[in-house]
């Protein structure tokens, strides 16, 4: 947090001043989740005084739904609406969006899904692309129940294998929506199989 030695806050255009402070509260919410975060924490993220937060936001939810708000934007300009699938264009948005706003990201798809207040956005995203992946799977997959699961199973999958990248470092990023798309074709596999547990392999 600013202290009275250290000058007076630079002063800028509003809408700069508040894109500062989401992409903080981004960062904070991120790194603690909205409970572990206080208005002071984001205060101090952003450089800035508690007071001019206030002068932009009204509360810690408002806060946190418009940095929900902003990374749903970012979404939107890398992720297009696929036609006829979950497509190998899906993955990359997914990527392109977790690269450009890693907190975002990670907001969005770990804390929101947890916080009951904003769980909703998350949710909402997972239903509208399982329905896409549905499109497609039950293309390849022709036992409706399990279809279903694999739809429901690839976009999660492909959102933790994401968010697994991100934690190790973001590895060989032209190599990974590759990787990503192996291990979601490794899903279709599996709910496509016609044999069951006599397919695996015997035990030593």
């Known amino acids: 947090m600013p ?3 250290s000058g007076p806050v630079r002063r800028l255009p509003r809408a700069q001043r508040r894109e500062q402070i989401l992409a903080a509260a981004t960062t904070a919410f ?3 989740g909205f409970t572990a975060t206080g208005l002071d924490d984001i205060a101090a993220e952003a450089g800035i005084t508690r007071v001019i937060l206030y002068r932009h936001f009204d509360s810690k939810t408002d806060l946190y739904q ?17 036609v006829g699938g979950f497509t190998d264009a899906s993955i990359d ?12 990201f990670r907001l969005l798809f ?3 899904a947890r916080e009951p207040e904003f769980k909703a956005a998350a949710d909402r995203f997972h239903e509208q692309v399982t329905e896409i992946a549905h499109l497609q799977i039950s ?18 999958v492909a959102i933790e294998a994401i968010i697994a ?22 899903v279709i596999t599996a709910a496509a199989a016609d044999r069951g547990l006599d397919c695996l392999p015997p035990t030593v």
């Open 165 to 186: 990248w991100l934690d190790a470092g973001q590895p060989d990023p032209d190599l990974a929506a590759d990787r990503i798309r192996h291990v979601i074709a490794g």
């Open 66 to 82: 418009a940095a929900l708000d902003r990374f749903c934007a970012v979404m939107s300009d890398h992720v297009a609406e696929p």
């Open 3 to 5: 202290d009275a030695g």
């Open 93 to 104: 948005g997914l990527l392109k969006a977790a690269i450009a706003e890693p907190d975002g």
């Open 30 to 32: 991120a790194r603690q």
């Open 139 to 156: 293309q390849v997959v022709t036992d409706p129940a399990w279809a279903r699961w694999a739809a429901r199973m690839a976009p999660s």
């Open 110 to 112: 770990v804390h929101a």
